[in-house]
Every structure is written in structure tokens, then in C-alpha cells.
């Protein structure tokens, strides 16, 4: 019999801000006494929902179980910062150009929007939730500017279209004097993210998916040809099993020492009346990426995405114990808050209303852990920083393999290498945040 005790269970930092500014959710369903399915997801983010969507459309009347420690939206899938990217973003590069076969990774992302959008025709997802407008690398400086220009010419090696802005267009998109160019890239989805997610699981209602939130799977074990899910209300038992939770994979001893624990920081504007709109200038609607990948994300929402506000995002700490603190917390909104300043001078001082951490697990080489496991237990997890596309992807990969369907998304991640093993403790933690503390100040204004 196999056994996984889970040591640990999803811990947030924080409102999900993009939940907060969206209406109330119905009440949860928890996981309340035995339950049986064919197959069962733990783990309702991009990758969990997708796998679930994709079992839908490849064994329809399956009995499909969807179980989640939190609520859906509540967990990192509503404190990403939305953005659903086609092109290479390697977030270890100088200029996110990848160092693999782009052109493939290229064609998986697209696939993982395709996915996404037919979702939200099919589901009836508002589409201000999933708005292809593309996005911005912002840079401030000549250093960052010469990393958009090098950039702009691997995109062109690959055939793929860019447009370089110069100052006076960013401040008529952002508003914001601060930057000195940006490139502007045609593909990235930019999401709301957590209604894009709530209006999926609204959808796998409505197909029959029972999702079970506020039910935390403390154990997984193996028992004849099924599976017992467990969980502090009651045992599911599912003739198979796909984990999408990402860094909580190590929770459940599956490749541990080989993942790293990264925490992001947000935080978000209250509502802009119309005063302040007028004040800030730009374009209801963009989002920057930095030029420099340590730099600084900032998105501006309009009303159908939640209200007119602006999300400021930036500052990353290594935490193993996937916990992060709330002195990381209070230091990231200390330097979101000069850096917001230092962008819109015309808005200087302003409060914000949330701020939050978001968990990320990356590898040391960049892969995805999206395999089985063994017989029957499959994973969706390690989406490397790149949760929407990544984890869609992954999840859709997931379910075929459970099912036994080959394709370019099962191909591509069953070929990756394992996650390389990390150096052991206390190095680990302190060699990695060194790094990050240089690299944030490197980055400088960008």
C-alpha cells in the first residue's frame, strides 16, 4: 500500500484581492462524510480546474470529485497578477528569452489560452475576465531598455510581432512619467483572475463536477485498485487521483528537496473616483511587465474587472516551510509603496487597500513535476512562476495521461528532466535570498 501523509497544508498572507473586489461567492460544499469517484482532483486552481475541465471532455458522465483546502480563487490562483502569456518568460533570464525549443513552448501556451478562451465562451465567463489585449515590458532605464531591444530581436527570430513604445506612449497608456520605453508584445491574456477561475468552477458545477472547498486532503493512500482521499470530514475513495497543488507536492514527500518555495507580494489601490482617474491619466485598461524580471509588475483594472485600481506587484523570499512572514510582508509593501510613489507622483502617498503574498514553487531547472506518480496517482504541479498558462497546461496534461490520451502537451512534459535536488539547509534558504535581495536591488528603478 502507498501512503502520503501531507505535513503541511496551504497557508495565505493576506486578502486574494482579486476575490475581494468581486461579489460574494455561494456557501462551500465541504467534503462531509464518505464519498466515491472515478477520478478525483486535489487542488482547484489553473491547473486543478483545467484537469477537471479536460476529464469532462475526454470521459463525459465520469464521476469527477474537485477537493480544495480553501475556497476557489482564495488560494494563489487569485493573487497572481493575471497575466497569461503566449512568448518565452523565462524569469531567471536577463530578458526572459527561453533557452529550450521556444517555438514549441510558444505553441503550448497558446494552446493553454485557446483552452481558457473556449472555456469561457462555453461557461459564459464574463469576458472583461479574459480580455486578449497583450501587455507591456516596461523599462526605465538605458541598461533595461537595452534588454527590451534584445528581446524584441528574439522575438523577431522566432516570426513573432512586437512594437517598441517610447516614452511619450507609455505615459499616454500608463499615465506614469516613469518609463523611458516599453515593448509591447499582441498575445498575453490578461485575466481577472479570480473570476476567470470562479466562473470555471461554475461551469464544472453545472457538468456535474462536485467541488468540495474547505476539505484540506491530509492523506492519500493506495488500497487495492482505488485510492483513499482524506480529509478531516470524511475518505473519497477514486480509482484515480491528480495532484495540482503545485509546491504542496513536497508536502506529500514527492519530490522534496527539489522544489523552491517563493513568495511574490501585491498590493491594490482602493476605487479611483473620478477625481483621481483624472489626475493619473492613461488608458482604463494595461498591464507592465519589468524589462528586468526582478523589477516591478503593475496592472490598472477598469469596473468590469472589479473597479478602477491598480495593482502594484513586487519582492520575492525563499521560504521552505512554505510560510511566509508577516515581516515580509510588511517590507514588500514598504518597497511597493515607494515604488507606486516613484511611478505616479501624481497619486503620491495614497493608502492602499489590500496587500497579500502569493506562493510560487519553481525548480532549479525550470521543469514542470507533470508525470504519474505511480499507477494511478498523477501530478499537475511546479508551474515555475507561470501559474496561468503553465498550470492550465499541466492540468490538461494531467487528465489525458490519467486517461491515457497521448498528446504534444503529454509529450512535451514527460520528456522534462526531473527537478534538479536543491543544496541542503540552512544554505538554501539563506543562499537564495541573498540572491534575490541583490537582484531586487540590481534591478534598481525598473
Same mark, same amino acid.
Request: glycine share 12%.
Given at each position: 500500500?502507498?501512503?502520503?501523509?501531507?505535513?503541511?497544508?496551504?497557508?495565505?498572507?493576506?486578502?486574494?484581492?482579486?476575490?475581494?473586489?468581486?461579489?460574494?461567492?455561494?456557501?462551500?460544499?465541504?467534503?462531509?462524510?464518505?464519498?466515491? %469517484?472515478? $477520478? #478525483?482532483?486535489?487542488? +482547484? @486552481?489553473?491547473?486543478?480546474?483545467? *484537469? !477537471?475541465? /479536460?476529464?469532462?471532455?475526454?470521459?463525459?458522465? %465520469?464521476? $469527477? #470529485?474537485?477537493?480544495? +483546502? @480553501?475556497?476557489?480563487?482564495?488560494? *494563489? !490562483?487569485? /493573487?497572481?497578477?493575471?497575466?497569461?502569456?503566449?512568448?518565452?518568460?523565462?524569469?531567471?533570464?536577463?530578458?526572459?528569452?527561453?533557452?529550450?525549443?521556444?517555438?514549441?513552448?510558444?505553441?503550448?501556451?497558446?494552446?493553454?489560452?485557446?483552452?481558457?478562451?473556449?472555456?469561457?465562451?462555453?461557461?459564459?465567463?464574463?469576458?472583461?475576465?479574459?480580455?486578449?489585449?497583450?501587455?507591456?515590458?516596461?523599462?526605465?532605464?538605458?541598461?533595461?531598455?537595452?534588454?527590451?531591444?534584445?528581446?524584441?530581436?528574439?522575438?523577431?527570430?522566432?516570426?513573432?510581432?512586437?512594437?517598441?513604445?517610447?516614452?511619450?506612449?507609455?505615459?499616454?497608456?500608463?499615465?506614469?512619467?516613469?518609463?523611458?520605453?516599453?515593448?509591447?508584445?499582441?498575445?498575453?491574456?490578461?485575466?481577472?483572475?479570480?473570476?476567470?477561475?470562479?466562473?470555471?468552477?461554475?461551469?464544472?458545477?453545472?457538468?456535474?463536477?462536485?467541488?468540495?472547498?474547505?476539505?484540506?486532503?491530509?492523506?492519500?493512500?493506495?488500497?487495492?485498485?482505488?485510492?483513499?482521499?482524506?480529509?478531516?470530514?470524511?475518505?473519497?475513495?477514486?480509482?484515480?487521483?491528480?495532484?495540482?497543488?503545485?509546491?504542496?507536492?513536497?508536502?506529500?514527500?514527492?519530490?522534496?528537496?527539489?522544489?523552491?518555495?517563493?513568495?511574490?507580494?501585491?498590493?491594490?489601490?482602493?476605487?479611483?473616483?473620478?477625481?483621481?482617474?483624472?489626475?493619473?491619466?492613461?488608458?482604463?485598461?494595461?498591464?507592465?511587465?519589468?524589462?528586468?524580471?526582478?523589477?516591478?509588475?503593475?496592472?490598472?483594472?477598469?469596473?468590469?474587472?472589479?473597479?478602477?485600481?491598480?495593482?502594484?506587484?513586487?519582492?520575492?523570499?525563499?521560504?521552505?516551510?512554505?510560510?511566509?512572514?508577516?515581516?515580509?510582508?510588511?517590507?514588500?509593501?514598504?518597497?511597493?509603496?515607494?515604488?507606486?510613489?516613484?511611478?505616479?507622483?501624481?497619486?503620491?502617498?495614497?493608502?492602499?487597500?489590500?496587500?497579500?503574498?502569493?506562493?510560487?514553487?519553481?525548480?532549479?531547472?525550470?521543469?514542470?513535476?507533470?508525470?504519474?506518480?505511480?499507477?494511478?496517482?498523477?501530478?499537475?504541479?511546479?508551474?515555475?512562476?507561470?501559474?496561468?498558462?503553465?498550470?492550465?497546461?499541466?492540468?490538461?496534461?494531467?487528465?489525458?495521461?490519467?486517461?491515457?490520451?497521448?498528446?504534444?502537451?503529454?509529450?512535451?512534459?514527460?520528456?522534462?528532466?526531473?527537478?534538479?535536488?536543491?543544496?541542503?539547509?540552512?544554505?538554501?534558504?539563506?543562499?537564495?535570498?541573498?540572491?534575490?535581495?541583490?537582484?531586487?536591488?540590481?534591478?534598481?528603478?525598473?
Amino acid at each position: 500500500m502507498s501512503d502520503y501523509r501531507a505535513t503541511t497544508t496551504p497557508s495565505h498572507l493576506g486578502p486574494a484581492a482579486w476575490n475581494a473586489i468581486l461579489p460574494a461567492q455561494a456557501a462551500a460544499h465541504p467534503l462531509d462524510g464518505d464519498a466515491s %469517484a472515478d $477520478i #478525483a482532483v486535489i487542488g +482547484a @486552481g489553473f491547473a486543478g480546474l483545467s *484537469a !477537471a475541465r /479536460r476529464l469532462t471532455q475526454l470521459v463525459p458522465g %465520469a464521476r $469527477i #470529485a474537485l477537493l480544495d +483546502a @480553501g475556497r476557489v480563487a482564495e488560494g *494563489a !490562483a487569485g /493573487r497572481n497578477s493575471g497575466f497569461m502569456i503566449d512568448l518565452p518568460h523565462e524569469l531567471t533570464s536577463e530578458d526572459y528569452a527561453g533557452t529550450g525549443d521556444d517555438r514549441t513552448m510558444i505553441a503550448l501556451n497558446r494552446m493553454a489560452q485557446e483552452f481558457g478562451r473556449a472555456a469561457v465562451e462555453e461557461y459564459g465567463i464574463d469576458p472583461a475576465f479574459f480580455d486578449p489585449s497583450g501587455k507591456v515590458n516596461g523599462a526605465a532605464s538605458a541598461a533595461a531598455h537595452a534588454h527590451n531591444e534584445s528581446y524584441a530581436r528574439h522575438l523577431a527570430s522566432l516570426g513573432e510581432r512586437s512594437e517598441m513604445l517610447d516614452a511619450q506612449a507609455m505615459r499616454e497608456l500608463t499615465g506614469s512619467p516613469h518609463y523611458r520605453s516599453g515593448l509591447y508584445t499582441p498575445g498575453t491574456v490578461m485575466l481577472q483572475p479570480a473570476g476567470y477561475v470562479r466562473g470555471l468552477a461554475t461551469g464544472l458545477r453545472r457538468e456535474g463536477v462536485a467541488i468540495h472547498e474547505q476539505s484540506p486532503v491530509t492523506g492519500l493512500a493506495r488500497q487495492g485498485d482505488t485510492w483513499r482521499v482524506e480529509t478531516p470530514k470524511g475518505p473519497l475513495s477514486a480509482g484515480k487521483v491528480i495532484l495540482t497543488v503545485n509546491g504542496h507536492l513536497e508536502s506529500f514527500g514527492i519530490a522534496r528537496g527539489r522544489l523552491m518555495q517563493v513568495f511574490l507580494f501585491a498590493t491594490m489601490t482602493p476605487e479611483l473616483d473620478a477625481d483621481t482617474l483624472g489626475r493619473l491619466g492613461g488608458r482604463p485598461r494595461w498591464g507592465v511587465t519589468p524589462s528586468d524580471p526582478m523589477g516591478t509588475t503593475m496592472r490598472r483594472i477598469d469596473s468590469a474587472q472589479g473597479g478602477n485600481r491598480i495593482v502594484t506587484r513586487t519582492c520575492a523570499v525563499l521560504r521552505p516551510r512554505m510560510r511566509a512572514t508577516e515581516a515580509d510582508m510588511a517590507r514588500a509593501a514598504r518597497v511597493m509603496q515607494r515604488k507606486f510613489d516613484q511611478r505616479f507622483p501624481q497619486l503620491a502617498g495614497m493608502r492602499m487597500e489590500h496587500a497579500w503574498a502569493g506562493h510560487l514553487c519553481l525548480s532549479l531547472n525550470g521543469v514542470s513535476v507533470m508525470r504519474e506518480i505511480e499507477p494511478g496517482l498523477y501530478s499537475a504541479c511546479v508551474q515555475n512562476g507561470l501559474g496561468t498558462a503553465r498550470g492550465t497546461l499541466t492540468g490538461m496534461g494531467a487528465a489525458e495521461l490519467a486517461c491515457g490520451t497521448t498528446s504534444a502537451i503529454t509529450r512535451h512534459f514527460t520528456a522534462e528532466d526531473p527537478p534538479k535536488r536543491l543544496p541542503p539547509q540552512p544554505f538554501r534558504e539563506i543562499g537564495a535570498n541573498a540572491v534575490l535581495r541583490w537582484k531586487e536591488w540590481r534591478a534598481g528603478d525598473e
